[in-house]
């Protein structure tokens, strides 16, 4: 494994190295990074900024607002916390977050702090959520990113993100700061910045990684990268189309998805959004396009949403339950 050191607390120029490192440098060994960043709004690729973000409070305590490449839900993140990164070069289209989080899981309990994994992506202690992850696919490359938090704003991330009520319902909370907690109530004693520190010596003795440096060519390729995929533009960017009707639904193990569209004159589907924070590596333009034109009948739709998904799954979901949802 390769350790890449970041010190930069900018998350854009941070995604963008996780991109360039996928798609430009094309490590032929597994990588580890180790971040951290200003008080940011991570939104999943999927999900609409408008229902997650409580922009208000967001703009007036100038809060960075990014989106993700890959799925998952909105997260809150400063330097009371870390990111990390693990990318390996492997094929596949299917979520599978049991690898990276046995590495995080490991190296927590190294340094004295115990924490599990709940049935999804997150990491918890005692019902009580200090992580969670989100993974997205390039070819040849599986990339696997999460949050800890140690001594992160919760009153922060409490304002600036908002509950999906169907997620509170199902998970009987009524806001974020009750499912969160800090790692430091384990280690008070702790700064975050030694928690980070004692958290990379530990990562680095389990994987046997070699440190490397960045090179000038790599740095000089990031800001074009990081203008282009992580904008704040780019994450409150929503279609401002209409639809006529909207699905929506929580399921366990898979999440939030929401199915938004509009029929024709010859009750045809028209438009057509999937939106939600689930996990898949889906392309949704191309999902949306092979089912718009087509008749809004079960026959119809069922065997090109099954074709799609089969394609690319959507972690956990059934074709047939999209299929019921739609109708």
Same mark, same amino acid.
């Given at each position: ?129 200090? =992580?969670?992850? !989100?993974? $997205? ?5 599986? #990339?696997?990113?999460? &949050?800890?938090? %140690? *001594? ?71 800001? =074009?990268?990081? !203008?282009? $995929? ?5 994450? #409150?960017?929503?279609? &401002?189309?209409? %639809? *006529? ?83």
């Amino acid at each position: 494994m390769i350790y890449f050191p970041v010190d930069s607390l900018d998350v854009r120029h941070n995604f963008a190295l996780e991109y360039y490192l996928m798609t430009q440098r094309k490590p032929q060994e597994p990588v580890l990074l180790l971040w951290s960043t200003r008080p940011t709004v991570m939104l999943g690729k999927y999900q609409s900024a408008q229902n997650e973000l409580n922009l208000p409070f967001i703009k007036q305590h100038q809060i960075e607002i990014v989106r993700r490449l890959s799925g998952g839900g909105t997260i809150y993140t400063d330097q009371g916390g870390c990111q990390f990164t693990l990318i390996w070069p492997e094929r596949g289209t299917s979520i599978d977050f049991s690898k990276g989080l046995q590495v995080i899981t490991s190296a927590l309990q190294q340094i004295g702090i115990n924490a599990q994994t709940d049935s999804r992506n997150d990491l918890v202690i005692d019902g009580r959520k200090v =992580s969670g992850s !989100a993974q $997205y696919m390039m070819p040849g490359y599986r #990339l696997h990113h999460g &949050s800890l938090l %140690f *001594d992160s704003n919760l009153d922060w991330m409490s304002h600036a993100l908002r509950i999906d009520p169907l997620k509170a319902k199902a998970k009987q909370i009524k806001s974020v700061h009750q499912r969160t907690v800090n790692l430091r109530e384990q280690q008070p004693s702790w700064t975050a910045a030694e928690f980070k520190a004692r958290l990379l010596k530990a990562l680095l003795k389990q994987t046997n990684a070699q440190t490397r440096s960045l090179s000038a060519d790599d740095e000089s390729a990031l800001p =074009s990268l990081a !203008a282009k $995929y992580f904008s704040e533009d780019k994450a #409150l960017a929503s279609a &401002s189309q209409q %639809f *006529d009707h909207q699905h929506k639904t929580y399921l366990p193990g898979v999440g939030i998805i929401s199915l938004s569209y509009s029929l024709d004159s010859d009750q045809k589907l028209s438009a057509l959004s999937l939106d939600g924070d689930f996990f898949s590596n889906l392309n949704q333009q191309q999902f949306t396009a092979a089912l718009i034109g087509q008749p809004y009948k079960a026959s119809v739709l069922s065997p090109i949403i099954d074709q799609q998904l089969k394609q690319t799954p959507i972690k956990g979901l059934k074709a047939q339950e999209l299929t019921a949802l739609l109708f």
